[in-house]
């Protein structure tokens, strides 16, 4: 039995979730993704690259309030 780590996205089925955090490429389950991601699935920001306050009021799941949110980190 093998495994995929290069992610689950599958272009046919929007459903399936990325495994991966678009800002920093860290491996991110599909339930994070569904959860704190876009309709998408997919995340742009995760608990390694922003904190989880942030995380939790849901901008990690836009890239301009995902950046907005690291900025003000800074």
């Not at 599958?10 to 994070?32: E, L, R």
């Not at 997919?42 to 690259?49: S, T």
């Amino acid at each position: 039995m093998s495994i995929d780590m290069g992610g689950s996205r599958n272009t046919n089925n929007s459903t399936m979730a990325d495994t991966q955090c678009h800002n920093c490429s860290s491996f991110v389950t599909p339930q994070f993704a569904r959860v704190f991601g876009n309709n998408r699935n997919e995340v742009y920001g995760c608990f390694e690259c922003m904190t989880a306050t942030e995380v939790k009021r849901g901008r990690a799941n836009d890239p301009v309030e995902a950046n907005r949110a690291r900025e003000e980190m800074r």
